[in-house]
């Protein structure tokens, strides 16, 4: 079986140094763009499961690889999704995935993409995910905007 392997958003074939590459029984594809919306559908849908490997940016000029804003996505189809432990990513994440610790090395980041292809460590997270889906419905993160916005409007 083949397994595709994708990076998406802009600044990744700079850091990975090539587009395209056959490793073993893995495709792996760089898409340094942003992508339409009906793109990003299809590859939340067609994905097994999200992986974030996503950090904070530690110099002035270093590229933001933003990770937070696609997890829910993720778990809002009901997909396991692996990240690092930077910024709110653990807690949105929660028990719907793997979290790796900051100072992860490559070696630990394949072992985690790897026990997610197990399927029953997969299904539990799935199951976790599903349970969890109302957290991520555009419905209930608008309520909360609107919350927000008419609290703080009392203070104004």
């Not at 793109?39 to 994905?47: A, G, H, P, R, V």
């Not at 072992?111 to 995910?129: K, M, N, S, T, W």
């Amino acid at each position: 079986n083949t397994i595709n392997f994708y990076f998406i958003g802009k600044g990744w074939r700079k850091k990975i140094g090539w587009e395209n590459k056959i490793i073993k029984n893995v495709t792996v594809r760089v898409f340094d763009r942003e992508l339409s919306e009906a793109e990003f559908k299809f590859f939340i849908q067609e994905s097994v499961f999200g992986v974030l490997p996503y950090r904070q940016p530690t110099k002035l000029y270093d590229e933001i690889f933003q990770g937070s804003g696609v997890a829910p996505n993720f778990l809002f189809d009901g997909k396991a999704c692996l990240v690092f432990e930077e910024g709110g990513r653990p807690e949105i994440v929660g028990n719907s995935g793997s979290v790796l610790q900051k100072n992860g090395t490559a070696d630990d980041l394949a072992g985690a993409i790897d026990a997610l292809f197990d399927p029953g460590l997969r299904h539990v997270y799935e199951q976790r995910a599903q349970i969890d889906r109302d957290r991520f419905s555009v419905e209930n993160h608008a309520a909360k905007c609107v919350y927000l916005f008419n609290s703080l409007l009392k203070y104004g």
